[in-house]
Structure formats: C-alpha cells, structure tokens
C-alpha cells in the first residue's frame, strides 16, 4: 500500500510576516497616513496607529488560510477592519466627550446658563427689563418675523420646514432677519 502523501505544512505566523514584511508595512504605512488625516485622529502620531494595526496583523496572522483566499487579501481585508473599528471606537470616543459636555451644561445653575457667550447671572429686575426690551424689538419686527419667531418657540427650523412645506433657506433668512434687528438694538447675543 502508498501511504498518502504528506501535507503541505502551512507556514507560521512568524514565516508569513517575515515573508511579506514589505507588503504589510508598505500597506499599513499607507492606511495610518489615511487615518491620521480623520477628524478623529487630529493630534494622533502615525507610528502609533501603525503599531495598532501591526498588533492586530500579528493577532489575526493564525487565522489565515490559503484555501480561502490569497495572503495579500487576507492581509488587505484584515487591516481595513481594524481600520474602520479605530474610526468607530474614536468616533464614539468623541461622541461620548459630546455627551458629557451636554450633560455638564444642563446641570450648571439656570443663573450662570450662558456666561459662555457673554450673558451673566442677572437679578429679577434685569431679567424684567430684558423681557420688556426683547418685546420691545419683537414688536418692531414685520408680521411675517414675528410669526416665524413664534414659530420657532415651538419647533426647531428643520421640524418648522418639514412640518409646514416652507423652504429651510427661507427659515434661515428670516432668522438671519431677526438677529439683525436684535443686534442692531444691542441684544444680539440673546438670539
């Protein structure tokens, strides 16, 4: 009897890296210089996104087989998801400093609300005074502005233009309308 001839061994992760060497690094070279480019990635040094990929080629290496595609593939498809996994993970890294930026301005005092741009704490008489000089140029606006400020107590501009069919260019005008006429008087930065 023949005994069956022997497998072909698959070689290492170790072999394969060595093997490819200038592929993989010409190839994540390439993808790190992308990802630094992100939004995401402002600040962040190429070298250390490189070494993120080069960590989970290294990981993924043992997984490849060479019935199921080619290595040069294996490594392209491997190097892309981790790509976009470094870009979902900072994107929500992002999101969540949003989150909480959101969170710390909701639980400031209502009094200290808006010292950001220039409105301080004010005692119940300015706050009067406010409300009367805001009415003030409120009633100088045109009918059309007046309704649109109602309208905009309501509903933000892209729900009021959904909701209503009304252009939301026109909605910006007139906003823009509105805060000319509250510059103009001097309570801009109410609006």
């Known amino acids: 009897m023949c005994d069956p001839p022997p497998l072909p061994s698959r070689p290492t992760p170790g072999e394969l890296f ?10 994540i070279h390439s993808k790190a210089q992308q990802l630094v480019r992100r939004p995401e990635f402002r600040g962040e040094a190429a070298a250390d996104l490189a070494q993120d990929l080069i960590c989970d080629v290294w990981a993924r290496l043992p997984k490849y087989d060479p019935e199921r595609a080619e290595l040069t593939t294996f490594l392209f498809r491997v190097i892309e998801r981790e790509c976009a996994d470094l870009v979902a993970k900072a994107s929500a890294a992002k999101r969540s400093a949003r989150k909480r930026e959101a969170l710390l301005e909701t639980c400031v005092d209502a009094r200290c609300r808006g010292a950001h741009r220039g409105i301080h704490a004010r005692d119940d008489q300015r706050d009067a005074d406010l409300r009367l000089d805001v009415g003030a140029v409120l009633e100088l606006l045109s009918p059309h502005l007046q309704e649109r400020c109602r309208q905009l107590l309501l509903q933000s501009p892209a729900r009021l233009s959904k909701s209503r069919g009304i252009p939301i260019g026109a909605i910006r005008d007139d906003i823009a309308r509105i805060r000319k ?9 109410y609006v």
């Open 181 to 189: 006429h509250f510059e103009e008087r001097g309570l801009g930065v």
């Open 18 to 27: 060595s093997k490819h060497r200038e592929f993989i690094y010409g190839l």
